[in-house]
């Protein structure tokens, strides 16, 4: 169409002048909008319109000689123009791809360093985290290792005692590392604490809900567990074949759930009868001191002669455990 209405414009108005001016910007034009093959089209039929419009009788075919040189020149020239163009064409369209993807691959580059960067502070926490529980785990340790050697007699009580009890620490870590030290169930603690007494664990018995620990708190309990384990072995209940463990706990819901209630009992049954110590050992300041502290709660001892009672009572909310 704009071939045509070039051609009737020449016709029309400027006759006289190179008959091929007025069709080089539109072809050049179609060129380079509509690719290589259109252009080429173009050129071919603007030379027929452009010598249509110099039809002149007398001479073959309506042109002179010298006409039909310069229509064919003119086909050929822009003919090459058209390709010309039309390779101007196709590289801009190169050129707005690359910058498409220069643009989405630094997009990319930009996400993947906002990941990383992400990464980096997440690997600082995680450091910062592993470095507070080493030395929460140092001090408890240092804590156990201290107070082992200042009540042992000799250095192998102090080194079997030390040994048990860091072994019971190692249990509790594990537990806590598999839930990536956010908690540890209360019956797992348990079973762990009674894990090296096979001998008797068919004489324990475990009742109580699901509950689970922070990572203090559990730490805390396993040490108690334990000694209270050792000293049921050694002295109380499972001393001989007859005695028996019952460890029961309870949450007792209040009409606040700051008002809520954990209440754990270790009692036992059917041992020697029982004598309150004379001197306090590592349990009992484990029980007295750290467990009061951990659970914000009361904890307390009795030495009934029917067999020993170790309690606790405490708010859920304060001794900072999840019930759920």
Known sequence: MALIVTALIRALLVTSLLPYLLFIPVVLLIALLLGKSTGIYATWVSA????LTLIQTGHAGGLTLTQWGATLLYAIVMTGVS???AELRAAFQRSQQLSAEL??????LADANRRLSEHDQ?????????????????????????QTLRQSSDMKTASEALGARLAALGRATDMLTASEWRSADLHALAHSAFASRSAVVDRLRIDGPAIRFNPQVAMGLTLALHELMTNATKYGALSNDTGHVDLSWTLNEGPDPNQSRFCLTWRETGGPVVKAPTRRGFGSVMIERSLRSYFRGETSVSYDPAGLVFRIDAPVEAAHFDGK
């Not at 027929?48 to 010598?51: F, N």
């Not at 450091?127 to 201290?146: D, F, M």
Request: hydrophobic share 50%.
């Open 83 to 85: 390709l010309t163009a």
């Open 103 to 108: 643009e989405q691959a630094n997009a990319g």
């Open 122 to 146: 997440h690997l600082q926490l995680i450091n910062q985290e592993l470095g507070h529980r080493l030395k929460n785990q140092l001090s408890i340790v240092q804590a156990v290792a201290g």
């Open 48 to 51: 027929l319109l452009a010598a």
